[in-house]
């Protein structure tokens, strides 16, 4: 709860008189930007710390990928045209029966 509605709740339960709410005020009010000021100052430290520790979290995910897993993991629509061992010697043994 703000200083400001603090004040304005005290006031309404007759806990203060309106002189003393009056005089109190303005304290509130700049307390109250203060505390925004502080919180806004807070938040970007907080923003800053977050893309920083994201930023390391992926250069770890990258760095521990083998150089094809980082390809298309940075571009994942990417295709992968690279042929296996295995297709290329079924597809080698079917050029080698056709060309008895």
């Known amino acids: 709860m ?7 709740r005290q006031e309404a339960l007759g806990i203060i008189s309106s002189r ?3 005089r109190q005020f303005d304290d509130a009010v700049e307390q109250d930007l203060i505390d925004s000021r502080a919180e ?11 893309s ?3 930023e390391e979290y992926v250069q770890d995910m990258l ?9 298309h993991a940075l571009n994942p ?6 042929g296996g061992h295995r297709h290329n010697c079924l ?3 079917i050029a080698r029966r056709h060309r008895k």
């Open 91 to 93: 597809k080698n043994a």
């Open 20 to 22: 003393e709410f009056d």
């Open 40 to 50: 806004r100052a807070l938040d970007a430290e907080y923003e800053a710390y977050c």
């Open 77 to 82: 629509r990417r295709m992968d045209l690279k």
């Open 63 to 71: 760095n521990s990928m083998t150089p094809h897993e980082r390809k």
């Open 2 to 8: 703000s200083h400001v509605q603090d004040l304005y």
């Open 52 to 54: 920083q520790a994201y």
